[in-house]
């Protein structure tokens, strides 16, 4: 009987990679596209970082906010509506040339984006053992960077037929993949949470802020880590796109194709490297290692710009750094609590959130006073995060020895 519980539990997770998998790679279509779009519209170079940024803060607001709902009413109940309002939402944002409603286009694809993997997380994460959790979240953000991987290469095809169908793409894609979690997907639920009452004020899309400050002090740092590391992270990653195209002159396809390759070599670190090192390391030092070596990677990058196509591998390489960086993120804080996995894999997500959207605010003002600056600023960041984890450490040293 516990055998065919433990079954059961697998099934449903293998079902959430295979549908988050489908999710990503319908949420990449566009990428590969915007820069053309925003070539076909006039815009600002500067443009590109306000959307992701405005796109950003509703995932940093949802994320926790409807984590917290579907542990209480059934991740099932909100996650089939997760693709239909993206694809929706991008549809608006590739055929609407008014700018305010650009805007708000990108919010709610922000919003549904944020529940999307907020809910995923929580559903893999609160079937999972312990010992399992690392692995298993893992697996989801394999499957979340080599659907990315797919999404781009179509979007970066159809977008150089015509940068707006890759977004008629989304919407098509969006409504059949809800149709399929439909129908695939099994609901999750205590008991204990059909029967309890929710208190109205404890969920709402504000309380963001209130669900950080419940954490225990750790997290509460490692939230602040999780930030800093989205900060540094997003301001390069998010500029790339627009690097490439508007200081390499590529086509919207050859972005497509590069962003496949890097993410097929991060799909490599989260689904077959990650796996081995955390049966020999413990999490927090490989999470520390990785950040360093994505410095000692981006510092290659900056001075060697302008060499070929050594940079080019190099970035793929530094991408699988950070991808190892943020699954291990949500790993680590997930660990430290047994309930309530929607609303704190939510948590852990809107802080990375929120560092992508700060990241992605500065990414495209840096890209137009200078196309290294976004390189400069990923180094500088990302060496903070590091001194800062060495300085938890060291505390964390002295307490032990203190004792």
């Given at each position: 009987?516990?055998?065919?519980?433990?079954?059961?539990?697998?099934?449903?997770?293998?079902?959430?990679?295979?549908?988050?998998?489908?999710?990503?790679?319908?949420?990449?279509?566009?990428?590969?596209?915007?820069?053309?779009?925003?070539?076909?519209?006039?815009?600002?170079?500067?443009?590109?970082?306000?959307?992701?940024?405005?796109m950003s803060v509703a995932m940093f607001i949802s994320s926790p906010y409807l984590g917290a709902i579907a542990d209480h009413i059934g991740m099932k109940k909100l996650f089939i509506f997760m693709p239909l309002i993206y694809g929706t939402?991008?549809?608006?944002?590739?055929?609407?040339?008014?700018?305010?409603?650009v805007f708000i286009a990108r919010v709610v694809s922000g919003f549904a984006s944020g529940g999307t993997y907020a809910i995923a997380f929580g559903y893999v994460s609160q079937l999972s053992k312990s010992g399992e959790k690392a692995k298993n979240i893992a697996k989801v953000s394999s499957a979340t960077v080599i659907g990315g991987a797919i999404g781009q290469k179509i979007g970066g095809m159809v977008a150089d037929i015509d940068p707006r169908y890759s977004f008629v793409l989304q919407f098509i894609c969006g409504s059949i993949v809800s149709i399929i979690i439909l129908f695939l997907m099994k609901e999750i639920i205590h008991k204990k949470d059909k029967t309890e009452k929710i208190d109205p004020k404890k969920l709402n899309p504000f309380a963001t802020f209130k669900y950080i400050k419940e954490l225990d002090n750790y997290s509460k740092y490692f939230c602040l880590i999780i930030l800093l590391s989205g900060i540094g992270i997003y301001s390069y990653a998010n500029a790339l796109n627009y690097f490439l195209r508007f200081n390499e002159k590529v086509s919207s396809n050859t972005i497509g194709t590069f962003v496949m390759f890097s993410s097929l070599t991060a799909f490599f670190g989260?689904?077959?490297?990650?796996?081995?090192?955390?049966?020999?390391?413990?999490?927090?030092?490989?999470?520390?290692?990785?950040i360093?070596?994505?410095i000692i990677f981006m510092a290659v990058i900056l001075f060697r710009i302008k060499s070929g196509i050594i940079?080019?591998?190099?970035?793929?390489?530094?991408?699988?750094?950070?991808e190892i960086v943020r699954s291990l993120g949500n790993t680590i804080i997930a660990k430290r609590y047994k309930e309530?996995?929607?609303k704190i894999l939510g948590v852990a997500s809107a802080v990375g959130f929120l560092g992508n959207a700060i990241g992605s605010l500065l990414s495209?003002?840096?890209?137009k006073m200078s196309e290294f600056l976004p390189f400069i600023?990923?180094?500088?960041?990302?060496?903070i995060v590091f001194l800062l984890i060495l300085l938890n450490s060291t505390r964390t040293l002295a307490t032990l020895v203190v004792r």
């Amino acid at each position: 009987m516990e055998e065919n519980k433990e079954l059961e539990k697998k099934k449903n997770i293998n079902k959430m990679i295979i549908m988050m998998f489908l999710c990503v790679i319908v949420y990449n279509f566009g990428h590969p596209g915007t820069p053309a779009l925003i070539e076909m519209r006039g815009w600002e170079k500067s443009v590109s970082g306000e959307l992701l940024a405005f796109m950003s803060v509703a995932m940093f607001i949802s994320s926790p906010y409807l984590g917290a709902i579907a542990d209480h009413i059934g991740m099932k109940k909100l996650f089939i509506f997760m693709p239909l309002i993206y694809g929706t939402s991008q549809l608006f944002f590739g055929f609407v040339a008014q700018l305010p409603l650009v805007f708000i286009a990108r919010v709610v694809s922000g919003f549904a984006s944020g529940g999307t993997y907020a809910i995923a997380f929580g559903y893999v994460s609160q079937l999972s053992k312990s010992g399992e959790k690392a692995k298993n979240i893992a697996k989801v953000s394999s499957a979340t960077v080599i659907g990315g991987a797919i999404g781009q290469k179509i979007g970066g095809m159809v977008a150089d037929i015509d940068p707006r169908y890759s977004f008629v793409l989304q919407f098509i894609c969006g409504s059949i993949v809800s149709i399929i979690i439909l129908f695939l997907m099994k609901e999750i639920i205590h008991k204990k949470d059909k029967t309890e009452k929710i208190d109205p004020k404890k969920l709402n899309p504000f309380a963001t802020f209130k669900y950080i400050k419940e954490l225990d002090n750790y997290s509460k740092y490692f939230c602040l880590i999780i930030l800093l590391s989205g900060i540094g992270i997003y301001s390069y990653a998010n500029a790339l796109n627009y690097f490439l195209r508007f200081n390499e002159k590529v086509s919207s396809n050859t972005i497509g194709t590069f962003v496949m390759f890097s993410s097929l070599t991060a799909f490599f670190g989260t689904a077959f490297l990650l796996e081995k090192l955390v049966l020999k390391f413990k999490e927090k030092n490989i999470y520390k290692f990785m950040i360093l070596i994505g410095i000692i990677f981006m510092a290659v990058i900056l001075f060697r710009i302008k060499s070929g196509i050594i940079p080019y591998v190099i970035m793929a390489i530094y991408t699988m750094s950070y991808e190892i960086v943020r699954s291990l993120g949500n790993t680590i804080i997930a660990k430290r609590y047994k309930e309530n996995q929607g609303k704190i894999l939510g948590v852990a997500s809107a802080v990375g959130f929120l560092g992508n959207a700060i990241g992605s605010l500065l990414s495209g003002h840096l890209l137009k006073m200078s196309e290294f600056l976004p390189f400069i600023t990923n180094i500088a960041v990302m060496g903070i995060v590091f001194l800062l984890i060495l300085l938890n450490s060291t505390r964390t040293l002295a307490t032990l020895v203190v004792r």
